[in-house]
């Protein structure tokens, strides 16, 4: 093996790095220069494809710690015992720009976090908002493509976003969220996270209970206003990710509360809407916020490459004590994260290291583009009868306790439902937001709606104006106003 003080090709063998292999002084270049090509061909290679979405983000190391006993709720080692800690790695994005774009756009912000567990990674692929703007995974890759360039001129264009929001008026809530100062957030430490989605939390008596998960900042909330996150961004628009690492760095870690709303199962059928439906909130003052722990990130990433652009976060990355719904866009999310980590990263996308589960993996999947492990040695399919010991599923080695999976009761009639959107329902929720704004916020909202929206062609300005009137008459006249004044400067 060469000492490490001496430069070797990616073979291992020593080099001279600063010059080609050539014929006399002035060349041509040899094409046996194995070191010439593999660097050059590596350089070739450097970029992975980007993330489709969340490609801009900042990342950091930290730990889980239990606050509050729930072994009644739940199963899952790493939620239970109060004081346990499991360690974890969160990534903060925003959502539309490409890698290199501003950290002070108006977005929502993703917030995922991995906890390497003792029974496997358990992944939360959160935002910074309580809600989405569609219902059904379908129009996700739909909804996507309006917040990025137009196919023709490569740039953005606000009549294609707001043209799919006014046609998809199940948005509003979240609408009024993104185009408040929510939209522009002036810390990644200063801001909520949540899990959107309704889950299932599974005790170890196989019983469950419908939750939502929130993350509630220490460090309070901090955000822009429209004209402060245009100046930053101009000026340095990687403020929010040096913000959060220069915390870091200097040891003032930031730290979120982590609290569970909790639905005994038979109160779904006697909720005004559907419990699945993650363009809804619960009320607080019905399911209150129950604390269960806190996380604090407490260490910057040493190689922004492997640890923040390789890791690989995915809802469907969950642990036994936790489970899915049968929310439409949940649903859609379990498919598509794995798949596209098989794209942009490769099939063993979970052996990288800032993906590797900190549990033993055994099972019998082999091969495929870049195999660190491999499991040899052993018969390849389970239940091998050539195999002393073959390993055993949770079902055979606890047949009582298994669970993965808790059944739960599903009807209904196949079909491709719309469902039609419903004033009390649809916009009840955005107009309740309004009513509970300051002056100030209300002002802000307004504003940032009208500068955005007032871009549009009219026939979309009006059809927006109505969902907003829908979900409170002050709301829509008033951004209605706010335009007639931005369109007669
Ligand atoms: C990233 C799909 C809805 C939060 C992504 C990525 C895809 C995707 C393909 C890129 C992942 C990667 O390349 O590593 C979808 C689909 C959705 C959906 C199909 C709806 C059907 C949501 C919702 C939330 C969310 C509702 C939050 C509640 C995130 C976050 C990331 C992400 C935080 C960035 C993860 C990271 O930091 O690597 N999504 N998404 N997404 N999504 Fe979604």
Known sequence: ???????????????????????????????????????????????????????????????????????????????????????????????????????????????????????????????????????????????????????????KDPNIFWDFLSQNPESTHQVTILFSDRGTPASLRKMDAFYGHTLKMVNSDGKFKYVKFHCTSKQGKENFTIEEAVKIGGENPDYLTQDLFEHIEKGDYPEWTVSIQIMEPEDKDKMPFDIFDITKVWSKKNYPLHPIGRFVLNKNPDNYFCEVEQSAFSPSHLVPGLDVTPDKMLQGRLFSYPDTHRHRLGVNYQQLPINRPVAPVVNHQRAGHMAFDNPGGRPNYPDSTLEENPPKTLVQNNPTKSFTHVPEKVYGITGTYVKPIKEDIDFYQAGELWKVMSETDREHLVHNIAIHLGQCKEYIRTKQIGHFKRAHPDYGRRVEEEIAKELAK
């Open 1 to 155: 093996m060469a000492p490490n003080d001496t430069v070797t090709a990616s073979n291992g063998a020593p080099i001279n790095e600063n010059a080609s292999l050539t014929v006399g002084e002035d060349g041509p270049t040899l094409i046996q220069d194995f070191n010439l090509i593999d660097k050059l061909a590596h350089f070739d290679r450097e970029r992975i494809p980007e993330r489709v979405v969340h490609a801009k983000a900042a990342g950091a190391h930290g730990y889980y710690e239990v606050t509050h006993d729930i072994s009644h709720i739940t199963c899952a080692k790493f939620l239970t015992g109060i004081g346990k800690r499991t360690p974890c790695f969160a990534r903060i994005s925003t959502v539309g720009g490409e890698s290199g774009s501003a950290d002070t756009a108006r977005d929502p912000r993703g917030f995922a976090v991995k906890f390497y567990t003792e029974e496997g990674n358990c992944d939360w692929v959160m935002n910074n908002t309580p809600v989405f703007f569609i219902r059904d995974a379908i129009k996700f890759p739909d909804f996507i493509h309006t917040q990025k360039r137009d196919p023709r001129t490569n740039l």
